[in-house]
């Protein structure tokens, strides 16, 4: 299923021209984080059973952690979008270059950058830029895609 969500390498999305809106930004880290809701949710309703509660809440924070920041940022760097930024028609490319790929480590720190809620402060302050706090950390940018 992940591999129909994300595009092949390479990818042959057209650039649009233009950075991603503050709406479709928003809602692609929102399609994010359905998985990691769904994943608590298991772990939530597995913890009941006597015994596995005090395993799987910190495991649960395990999982949340390589999620949240290395899947995600992985995704980022291998097919340059994340799922939710692929169904929103965004790609995230190094400053300048539309058709580059992000690296592994910049893509670390993009996502340490996006656990912070300011990052929607300065988007939303930058709006004709529509850059973002962590894309200045990794000096990277989200650009509209054809598909």
């Not at 097919?79 to 692929?86: D, F, L, P, R, T």
Request: glycine share 8%.
């Amino acid at each position: 299923m992940l591999g129909t969500l994300l595009p092949p390498i390479p990818d042959d999305a057209q650039p649009l021209g233009e950075r991603g809106d503050l709406v479709n930004r928003l809602i692609a880290v929102l399609i994010d984080a359905v998985p990691s809701v769904i994943i608590s949710i298991c772990f939530m309703v597995l913890s009941v059973i006597p015994f596995l509660g005090c395993i799987l809440m910190p495991l649960n924070f395990l999982v949340q952690l390589g999620y949240y920041f290395f899947f995600i940022p992985w995704t980022v760097s291998k097919h340059g979008a994340s799922i939710g930024k692929k169904v929103m028609k965004l790609r995230v490319v190094p400053e300048g270059n539309p058709q580059g790929r992000l690296e592994l480590g910049p893509a670390i720190l993009r996502q340490f950058g996006n656990f912070f809620a300011l990052n929607l402060i300065v988007l939303a302050v930058k709006g004709d830029e529509r850059i973002s706090l962590s894309d200045m950390i990794a000096k990277s940018e989200v650009i509209k895609v054809d598909r």
